[in-house]
């Protein structure tokens, strides 16, 4: 069978995601005819690596999408909701990383570990979840067909390039500069686009994204809303506390979920071993646990510290870390576009 060659965009391809997504396309042989690298109008003309050969970034035009088959889109929410139509106008499925539609009830948002049949319900555009809402819910489906699930309790403990390299290079140049013996003036943390700044070196700061009235932050409400929609269950309570941690690459978290029905802790241990994209690391005897380390560069899944609550006897308490730029947005956006080739197949 001839396999066909697609014509694939990414937009914001020189970002921290676009460049992840660039080589997981190589990396997984996504079929592609044509590599079309989009950003800003200061990028255009450079050019970026792809199969050995430099390809040429171009200007992220409305025009820059004829042709194309497959977008996929890492340049933010206001990039997303002004070309992503543009691209759907012209022809092409955008996969989109960004917050932009992943709320629109006609919008699809898929991790393809949990939730791969909705995706032939786009209208043109797919919608990539928030990163620390991705790695939980591969954790969650297992229990959720098996057991049923009535709550979630997180807390995220989230690298800094979830922020982006700006954030990165200041945790860098921050912990230089505290070891140095020298002041620190924070500019990028917790947001940027905010007038108050706060050190990431040596400390941790519990607010990713803005806040909301209800007194939680956008990134929270993200994982509480965005978790519902991809299991497909409101009723599922959901509570997150989001914070920034010293890390540059790999969200940690620590989720506690009741379960509807009673579970053995060994069969539980057993279906996430067997689940797509998990990897269990569980012995706290030998000290076996997932770390930020050992998770970079990796797509994986990966839970550990798998125990009851100790009040609670639906309780489940587990420990969740995963790449926050691969499975976390660039390799789950890669994903979406293999399982969507799969299904026109």
């Known amino acids: 069978m001839t396999i066909k060659g697609y014509t694939v965009a990414v937009v914001g391809a020189t970002g921290a995601v676009g460049q992840q ?25 450079g050019t970026i690596s792809f199969k050995g050969q430099e390809v040429t970034i171009q200007e ?7 042709g194309v088959e497959i ?50 319900e786009h209208q043109g555009i797919i919608a990539n979840p928030n990163c620390s809402t991705i790695q939980m819910v591969v954790a969650l489906k297992p229990l959720l067909e098996r057991y049923g699930i009535e709550r ?35 500019s990028v943390l917790p947001v940027g686009k905010l007038d108050k700044h706060y050190q990431i070196a040596f400390n941790v700061i519990p ?32 509570t997150a506390t989001c914070v920034r941690v010293p890390v540059v690459r790999g969200h940690s978290e620590s989720v ?13 241990r057993q279906l996430l ?26 797509m994986e899944t990966f839970i550990g510290r798998l125990r009851r609550d100790l009040t609670h006897p639906r309780g489940l308490n587990m420990w ?14 890669v994903q979406i576009a293999e399982a969507l080739i799969d299904q026109d197949r």
Do not use: C
């Open 21 to 45: 997504m660039v080589k997981y396309l190589e990396k997984r042989e996504f079929p592609v005819k044509e590599l079309r690298p989009l950003a800003s109008k200061r990028s255009a003309g």
């Open 60 to 66: 992220a035009t409305p025009e820059a999408f004829e």
């Open 71 to 120: 977008a996929l889109f890492s340049a933010g929410g206001n990039v997303s909701k002004v070309l992503a139509p543009e691209a759907v106008k012209r022809g092409a499925v955008v996969i989109d990383n960004s917050s932009a539609f992943r709320m629109d009830p006609q919008v699809p948002l898929i991790v393809p570990e949990v939730n791969a049949d909705k995706i032939k």
């Open 152 to 186: 979630i309790i997180v807390s995220t403990y989230q690298a800094v390039s979830g922020a982006g390299w700006k954030a990165a290079i200041a945790l860098e140049e921050q912990s230089k500069a505290v070891l140095n013996g020298e002041e620190v003036t924070p």
């Open 207 to 238: 607010q990713i994204d803005v806040g909301q009235e209800n007194g939680y932050t956008f990134e929270e409400m993200k994982m509480v809303n965005e978790t519902k929609k991809i299991l497909g269950d409101d009723s599922i309570g959901v």
């Open 256 to 268: 506690y979920v009741e379960l509807k029905s009673e579970y053995d802790l060994e069969e539980v």
């Open 273 to 298: 071993s067997e689940a797509p994209g998990v990897i269990v690391q569980d012995d706290i005897q030998e000290q076996v646990y997932p770390m930020p380390l050992q998770a970079t560069d990796r």
């Open 320 to 333: 969740v870390v995963s790449d926050n730029l691969l499975k976390g947005a660039a390799t789950n956006a």
